[in-house]
Nanobody, 115 residues
């Protein structure tokens, strides 16, 4: 059973930055794709970014050029560097691992962008 724990969320002003972390337990991190979804109040969950086990990233158009996904397989940890944050980035951010048609999810971390 994989456990994922997100951290790094918080309150930031528009234009600011945050770095989210996703720490994984278990032994599959190195061979799984990982990524991030987010869910804003009253909206459906939205895919944000993903990265393959061999470090190919992909981004939603809404965050391309502002967010950077990365992973450190030695630490079983993934990251989402978020720059130039906008109020519309406000959401709960969830990390996931994907392997063999199965998702594992964290419980989320709140990101609030407001002045």
């Amino acid at each position: 059973q994989v456990q994922l724990v997100e951290s790094g969320g918080g309150l930031v002003q528009p234009g600011g930055s945050l770095r989210l972390s996703c720490a994984a337990s278990g032994s599959i991190f190195n061979i799984a794709a990982m990524g991030w979804y987010r869910q804003a109040p009253g909206k459906e969950r939205e895919w944000v970014s993903s990265i393959t086990s061999n470090n190919w990233p992909n981004y939603a158009d809404s965050v391309k050029g502002r967010f950077t996904i990365s992973r450190d397989n030695a630490k079983n940890t993934g990251y989402l560097q978020m720059n130039s944050l906008k109020p519309e980035d406000t959401a709960v951010y969830y990390c996931y691992l994907y392997l063999a048609n199965k998702y594992s999810w964290g419980k989320g971390t709140q990101v609030t962008v407001s002045s």
